[in-house]
């Protein structure tokens, strides 16, 4: 009597992820992973240890570069699908926003010379109406300009690319901007209190980027569902002084949101990029947690990070 041939089930496709070592890459690759679906980490040095923590956790990694379109296509062979994040480079001069268009240029040219299915790119809430606040045709906001200008013209690359499926996610204000290792809210510590021209009755689209990547995971998971998907993400839509009561509830601690002008906020340590904060006062971060409850995405609540993340 003969054995029947036995059948195994062919590997699945992996997930080209890009910044899986930085903060929106890396919640995405641990949320696909956790999901059982294989990733593939583009790094630029798989010996760092960044690196070697996202092998750790199980991913493939290849190494490449977004600014070579070839290694980027190389990178892409074989992929489902694309996670798709950039960051400009910095220089003397400040960002370089040339750079940034040109990674993510070349990441959507080899993805479609590779043949992937489907693209997920991670924007930021607002690009593409950023033009129709109030002052922005009279030059107010022109510092403004280069970074949501970007990242409008990136989501109209992937909008024109031709993929089969294609998501884009544009979360708020990020939730780590409140870590004291940013030095961004709390340049310095959260002992010395919140140092922002965000005003206290301004209302944010706060966004965790573990919900980032909750996210990208599930748009990656349901292709079908998410396509052509806009998603204006926030965890929690809060403002200044909601924000400020309860860090100082949760931590135990008198924290109000300040009223500083520019100089007043410089001179106790507020970063140059600080000065964004005069641009949330004036542009409303159009997500909403709403939006992602209705995709079925699970949300973190800003009490709980704060207990997680600042005490």
């Given at each position: 009597m003969s054995t029947p041939p036995t059948t195994s089930t062919p590997?699945?496709?992996?997930?080209?992820?890009?910044?899986a070592t930085g903060r929106q890459g890396g919640a995405t690759a641990?949320?696909?992973?956790?999901?059982g679906v294989p990733v593939r980490a583009l790094v630029r040095g798989p010996a760092t240890d960044r690196a070697r923590a996202v092998a750790a956790l199980g991913a493939e990694l290849v190494t490449g570069d977004l600014l070579d379109r070839a290694s980027v296509e190389r990178a892409a062979d074989g992929a489902r699908a694309v996670f798709s994040v950039q960051m400009p480079r910095f220089t003397a001069e400040g960002f370089d926003f040339d750079d940034e268009l040109a990674q993510a240029t070349h990441l959507i040219e080899g993805a479609r010379a590779a043949g992937v299915d489907q693209f997920v790119h991670t924007s930021v809430s607002g690009a593409g109406q950023h033009t129709e606040v109030p002052g922005w045709a009279e030059g107010r906001w022109d510092f403004m300009a280069p970074a949501l200008d970007t990242k409008a013209a990136i989501q109209d690359l992937v909008r024109k690319a031709g993929f089969p499926h294609w998501t884009l996610i544009k979360p708020g204000l990020f939730m780590e901007n409140l870590l004291p290792s940013t030095a961004y809210l709390f340049p310095r510590g959260i002992e010395g209190g919140l140092i922002t021209l965000i005003k206290s009755d301004t209302r944010l689209s706060l966004t965790a980027v573990t919900d980032i990547g909750a996210a990208a995971a599930a748009a990656l998971t349901d292709p079908g569902r998410f396509h052509e998907v806009e998603l204006e993400l926030a965890s929690e839509y809060r403002s200044m002084a909601e924000i400020a009561?309860?860090?100082?509830?949760?931590?135990?601690r008198s924290i109000t949101a300040p009223d500083l002008t520019l100089e007043q906020a410089l001179a106790a340590g507020m970063p140059a990029m600080g000065a964004s904060g005069t641009w949330l006062n004036a542009a409303?971060?159009?997500?909403?947690?709403?939006?992602?409850?209705a995709l079925g995405i699970p949300l973190t609540r800003f009490e709980d990070w704060t207990r997680d993340n600042l005490l």
């Open positions: 590997p699945q496709p992996p997930v080209l992820v890009t910044g641990r949320a696909l992973l956790a999901a009561e309860t860090l100082g509830r949760v931590l135990g409303s971060q159009p997500g909403r947690p709403e939006y992602a409850q």
